[in-house]
Nanobody, 125 residues
Framework: VQLQASGGGLVQAGDSLRLSCAAS????????MGWFRQAPGKEREFVAT????????DYADSVKGRFTISRDNAKNAVHLQMNSLQPEDTAVYYC???????????????????WGQGTLVTVSS
């Protein structure tokens, strides 16, 4: 499985961005997908996750109410709509797929075994 993240950029506080992740190499229907981020000098952290069917989602407390994860299984894509961006959202954002998790969602980094290359989001104050 190859994952390609895109959509990052430089925005001002309060702006919005939509990240996309395209999967190739296999159908990713039924596989849990997640978004994680890593700021300079910090560990990678959970942002959002969505079940294979798209019916279950979960978010980090820091992004609840501002970010929305969605997926289009017909297009093998997952998206992260980010609204009301703040400087503390600045990070490299990674999409990830869990080949083992078929039911439910997970915020645990180790559950995900396929990772995209990351896309940089910079939010200026």
């Amino acid at each position: 499985v190859q994952l390609q993240a895109s959509g990052g950029g430089l925005v001002q506080a309060g702006d919005s961005l939509r990240l996309s992740c395209a999967a190739s190499g296999r159908s990713f229907t039924n596989y849990n997908m997640g978004w994680f981020r890593q700021a300079p000098g910090k560990e990678r952290e959970f942002v959002a996750t969505i079940s294979g069917s798209g019916t279950t989602t979960d978010y980090a407390d820091s992004v609840k109410g501002r970010f929305t994860i969605s997926r289009d299984n017909a297009k093998n894509a997952v998206h992260l709509q980010m609204n009301s961006l703040q400087p503390e959202d600045t990070a490299v954002y990674y999409c990830a797929l869990s080949s083992a998790l078929r039911v439910g969602v997970s915020s645990v980094v180790q559950v995900y075994d396929y990772w995209g290359q990351g896309t940089l989001v910079t939010v200026s104050s």
